[in-house]
């Protein structure tokens, strides 16, 4: 059985850094694609960043957030800098069972996280 947990989410103010941290247990993310998406209130889930085979950022997202792994934790980490209120959403962490894959398709994810908030004060 594959657990994906997210956590490093809280109430930051605006232009604040943070980093958020995933942990997968049941599948070596060494293996694998994972991702980061998000659900502001109201709007759809958006795709953040992923690392695989491939290492992507949402272009919007690009010059502020940051994705990482650490395989001997089987963790991947976002980092977050620069913050604004627009950035207040669910965050949440996905894996995939194949490494080389898009990533930027929340389809393409077979196991995911309950999700970290992240709340941008102004």
């Known amino acids: 059985q594959v657990h994906v947990r997210e956590s490093g989410g809280g109430l930051v103010q605006v232009g604040s850094s943070l980093t958020l941290s995933c942990l997968v247990s049941?599948?070596?993310?060494?293996?694998?694609?994972m991702g980061w998406f998000r659900q502001a209130p109201g709007k759809e889930r958006e795709f953040v960043a992923t690392?695989?085979?491939?290492?992507e950022v949402a272009e919007f997202l690009r010059s502020r957030f940051t994705i990482s792994r650490d395989n001997s934790k089987n963790t991947v980490f976002l980092r977050m800098s620069n913050l604004s209120p627009e950035d207040t959403a669910v965050y949440y962490c996905a894996s995939s069972p194949i490494r080389f894959v898009n990533g930027v398709v929340a389809a393409e994810y077979d196991y995911w996280g309950q999700g970290t908030q992240v709340t941008v004060s102004s």
């Open positions: 690392t695989g085979g491939f290492t």
């Open positions: 049941g599948r070596t993310i060494s293996g694998s694609t």
